[in-house]
């Protein structure tokens, strides 16, 4: 994700950086498409995306958190206060051009996540996997990926682009993250191209 532009909308105060991941993938996104944040919490990536041009759709069952994305959902963010956990999904049928996970995991969630990926739409999944338990919290299993376990998720609906599992510094951490997308049909005649960076910025006539 590039800085925000000086018109963009700001968070009232400043939050948690966006991961590094979803920065780094945010290409993927088709230009002008719609984002999912899926416990979102205080919009770290919601900001980021509406100040790309994206329409931005937040979820998450905190009160507080949707408390803090007021100024955003005035700015025309779709803002929803659901317990995707307990209760029903508050998208049924909808799709959207990119869906962004991170620090989250409810794996009765998965087929839903996967289904909302639109054609042309892209995946961007990270948060805590086996061996977090010897360095901090989450350490239950329930809430750590097994090893390659968000590679067979994704097989075969979506076309993985990058993967990683392994260990971070800065906090210390055990982190598995895919970037995937949902091909359309055209690309079984066009041999797509899912860059490996963000393409270089467009030259203005001098």
Known sequence: MNPPATDTVRPPSPPHPPSDWVRRWSHLVPAGGRVLDVAC???????????????????DRSP?????LGELARAGAEIVQADIENGPWPFPGRRFDAVVVTNYLWRPLWPTLLASVAPGGALLYETFAHGNASVGRPARPEFLLQPGELLDLCRPALRVVAFEDGFLDAP???????????ETASAQDILPRHRLSAPPPAQTAG
């Open 172 to 182: 210390e951490r055990f982190v598995q993250r895919i970037a995937a997308v949902r």
């Open 64 to 68: 507080e958190a949707i408390a803090a």
């Open 41 to 59: 919490g205080t919009g770290r990536h919601l900001y980021g995306f509406h100040a790309l041009g994206h329409p931005v759709t937040g979820v």
